[in-house]
């Protein structure tokens, strides 16, 4: 009941973000398709540090590499950015299976330093691909971005601009993208593997001793992990139509904001990473003339949240409120006549 | 045939030899009580034979099958189920998903036919009205019935059980007992560390002494607590 009420919310919520650019300015197109991706980076980053464990400071590394995998397909191989964006993504994965086979020898903060290590050292050689440019990085030829899948018919359609259509384009698939990520990590996080995953972040001892096996989970969601991040980041690019490996592998952009949403969102909570990226968004609003305050402010604002409100912004709500609209559990099978003694 | 057993292991931490060439065999369905001081190394022996700790020296057989290498995990799904001496709740979950995370996995139960066996276990081991609460905030008994509420939910056919009526008050080991007891009737093999004697002599058949890692005697509880070693070493009595 409570799944149906959610889930028909959410239809209506998506249902009018997909007529945004339909009826919206384009400068608010632009806007949410930034925050749409930052969403997609943040439940993913959410899932890693919050589900599984692995709180990792690398994860601009998956955006990088589908980023410029993407750049590789459509320049130097002439093919669709989209079909690149979907190559971006799995070669981001397979990247990150040698990352695992390295980095998962550390714990805690040697895990988080390692990563890190691996996206400046994932930045530094891209750096080195001259056919894309070196370290000054390169653009997206015009006519790739005009002729890509989608972007035709949506000219057509709304009679927009090329440059509006391919907003469009990539509006609407960061928002798939956005939706699908919350489904999956909804299903994920309810299926075995998912309650496995829960018991290994309270208890690894107590969790091999039940039989789950917490290395493979670990493993599993940041293979999963790395390659929606990959797709994220490649989707990001063409959009932005230019690369730079500073660009691609920020640390500040596609880490440290991400870890900013969620933490303040509410870590190891589904719906966190909304609550976060909504108040990031919000922020940048206001604070985006102020330079480096805006920096200052938002680290501040992180600082405050973990000493004051550990739970973040959401997961202290849902603990006042004692309802939550995405609930991970499951709910023992009550007996069909419980006995008096039973009632809780 | 035995179920499972020790053949000669050995484990050191550092100079410290905790467990020193330690035998024996439990049979199907046996009752199997081990006693000792302190520091005697019994929990160390639980931990090399649930594949926590892995023996410097000796094998450990499960149906006469060498699992010496084998995991935790393995070992969980080939029917070695324990209980932790200081209960380890998986705190944000629920009590009903404390059991369900085991018989999904260690079980080996599909998401149909697991529902049914963990309540069954809860209603057993007197949870039932407890299911749907977070297992961080249990009180001590609760924790210890949900530690083998957990390890019956993995389906073993040996459960270790480490310390499980220690800081219990009388009624409630009693209780406690007769869930073991039933457990044990349904052709369950124990092992069972305690240092609740009278508890444990009501289930065990056979008892084994441990004292600075090795075995000072085995035989049934009357002779090994009649001893007059046992007696000096473990209950400080001058023989």
Request: hydrophobic residues 55%; aromatic residues 8%; proline residues 5%.
């Amino acid at each position: 009941m409570r799944t149906l009420v959610t889930l028909a919310i959410g239809l209506v919520l998506l249902t009018a973000m997909a007529l945004v650019p339909v009826l919206g300015p384009r400068i608010l197109v632009q806007d949410l398709f930034k925050v749409l991706c930052l969403l997609v980076l943040a439940l993913n980053w959410n899932l890693l540090a919050g589900f599984a464990g692995l709180v990792s400071v690398g994860q601009q590394a998956f955006v990088g590499v589908g980023a410029y995998v993407m750049f590789a397909t459509t320049i130097l191989w002439g093919m669709d950015p989209l079909a690149g964006v979907l190559i971006g993504g799995v070669v981001a994965m397979a990247l990150s299976v040698p990352v695992a086979f390295f980095a998962f020898r550390l714990n805690g903060a040697y895990f988080a330093i390692g990563t890190w290590a691996v996206a400046d050292i994932a930045r530094l050689s891209f750096g080195q691909w001259r056919a894309l440019g070196g370290g000054t990085g390169t653009a997206l030829p015009r006519d790739a971005t005009r002729e890509m899948l989608g972007v035709g018919a949506v000219r057509d359609l709304l009679g927009v601009s090329p440059a509006a259509a391919i907003d469009a384009v990539t509006y609407w698939l960061a928002l798939a993208l956005a939706a699908v990520m919350l489904l999956a990590c909804w299903l994920f996080l309810r299926s075995r593997m998912g309650l496995g995953l829960q018991a290994v972040r309270d208890n690894p001892v107590a969790a091999q001793s039940v039989g789950v096996d917490p290395t493979r989970l670990k493993a599993l969601v940041f293979l999963l992990t790395a390659f929606a991040t990959g797709l994220c980041g490649a989707l990001l690019f063409i959009q932005t139509g230019r690369i730079t490996p500073d660009a691609a592998f920020s640390v500040i952009d596609w880490t440290a904001f991400v870890i900013f949403i969620v933490v303040i969102g509410g870590i190891g909570t589904l719906p966190g990473p909304i609550v976060g990226v909504l108040v990031f968004y919000a922020l940048q609003q206001l604070l985006a003339d102020y330079g480096t305050v805006y920096l200052i402010a938002l680290g501040l604002i992180g600082i405050a949240i973990m000493l004051f409100a550990r739970r973040g912004l959401w997961g202290g709500l849902i603990h006042r409120i004692g309802y939550d609209p995405l609930p991970l559990g499951h709910a023992a099978p009550r007996p069909p006549h419980p006995t008096q003694e039973e009632r809780p | 045939m035995a179920i499972l057993s020790l053949q000669g292991a050995s484990k050191s931490f550092g100079a410290l030899k905790v467990t020193d060439d330690v035998s024996f065999d439990l049979a199907p369905g046996e009752a199997l009580g081990i006693i000792g001081p302190n520091g005697a190394g019994k929990s160390t022996l639980f931990n090399l034979i649930t594949g926590n700790l892995r023996p410097d020296a000796g094998r450990v057989m499960l149906d006469e099958r060498d699992i010496t290498a084998e995991t935790p995990m393995q070992r969980c799904a080939s029917g070695i189920g324990r209980s932790f001496q200081i209960p380890q709740p998986f705190d944000h979950l629920t009590v009903y998903e404390n059991l369900l995370v085991a018989a999904r996995f260690g079980g080996g139960l599909s998401g149909a036919a697991a529902p049914a066996v963990c309540m069954d276990i809860l209603q057993r081991t007197g949870l039932s009205a407890l299911a749907d609460r977070k297992a961080g905030g249990l009180p001590l008994l609760n924790r210890k019935r949900l530690e083998l509420a957990r390890a019956l939910a993995t389906r073993p056919r040996v459960i270790l059980l480490d310390e499980i009526a220690g800081g219990l008050t009388d009624a409630e080991c009693v209780d406690l007992v007769a869930t073991i007891r039933a457990i044990h009737a349904e052709g369950t093999a124990i092992i069972w560390i305690e240092h609740v004697l009278h508890a444990l002599t009501s289930v065990v058949t056979r008892l084994i002494a441990l004292n600075f890692g090795r075995v000072l005697m085995s035989g049934t509880p009357e002779e090994v607590m009649a001893s007059p070693q046992v007696q000096e070493i473990y209950l400080g009595i001058e023989a």
